[in-house]
T-cell receptor, first 111, second 115 residues
Framework: QKEVEQNSGPLSVPEGAIASLNCTYS??????FFWYRQYSGKSPELIMS????GDKEDGRFTAQLNKASQYVSLLIRDSQPSDSATYLC???????????FGKGTMLLVSP | DVKVTQSSRYLVKRTGEKVFLECVQD?????MFWYRQDPGLGLRLIYF???????EKGDIPEGYSVSREKKERFSLILESASTNQTSMYLC??????????????FGAGSRLTVL
């Protein structure tokens, strides 16, 4: 059973703070992990991908992967009101190429 | 940038009507996908295609069919629309990451209301 769990939120943080978004998964065979951002009324857009344990940084975003503990997280430094959106965690299972999505965490960044 | 274009942004149909949702991508991707997104249920895969004239069922294919006659175009068909098919439909085009996983680019979505 492919499962991707995310807290639905909303996660509320003040402007300038670090937002931490978490995702856990059930299949140890999962190999590739993605974070998508979805603004209200819009379609998801890819912001980060990570394939190996550890941290991957891209600007204000850092993705963290821990396969032993089966979680992946997204840190957003210096959060801005424009970061307010729903963040979707997605992954692929070993041997498959389709993505399984979590239901997303809503992030609200207040000025 | 990859562009994925969905033909209709908003549609209103009546129960029993046949509905076509069309999707075109311009980056020569082999892989295309149809999802529906509903509040509280997230994104669910309906059908996908890895090549022209190929199709594979996703997690919720019942009540839907697809057509891929050309590489750039992937159509979703509701043979007889029902009210429980009221949803946001998202088409995606997949470019391969080095791991073999599809890195998806989504279209703007088609919001379908079935009355």
């Amino acid at each position: 059973q492919k499962e991707v769990e995310q807290n639905s939120g909303p996660l509320s943080v003040p402007e300038g703070a670090i937002a931490s978004l978490n995702c856990t998964y059930s299949d140890r065979g999962s190999q590739s992990f993605f974070w998508y951002r979805q603004y209200s009324g819009k379609s998801p857009e890819l912001i980060m991908s990570i394939y190996s344990n550890g941290d991957k940084e891209d600007g204000r975003f850092t993705a963290q992967l821990n396969k032993a503990s089966q979680y992946v997280s997204l840190l957003i430094r210096d959060s801005q009101p424009s970061d307010s959106a729903t963040y979707l965690c997605a992954l692929t299972i070993s041997g498959y190429s389709t993505l399984t999505f979590g239901k997303g965490t809503m992030l609200l960044v207040s000025p | 940038d990859v562009k994925v274009t969905q033909s209709s942004r908003y549609l209103v149909k009546r129960t029993g009507e046949k509905v076509f949702l069309e999707c075109v991508q311009d980056m020569d991707h082999e892989n295309m996908f149809w999802y529906r997104q509903d509040p509280g249920l997230g994104l669910r895969l309906i059908y996908f295609s890895y090549d022209v004239k190929m199709k594979e069922k996703g997690d919720i294919p019942e009540g839907y069919s697809v057509s891929r006659e050309k590489k750039e175009r992937f159509s979703l068909i509701l043979e007889s629309a029902s009210t429980n098919q009221t949803s946001m439909y998202l088409c995606a085009s997949g470019g391969q990451a080095y791991s073999g996983a599809n890195v998806l680019t989504f279209g703007a979505g088609s919001r379908l209301t079935v009355l």
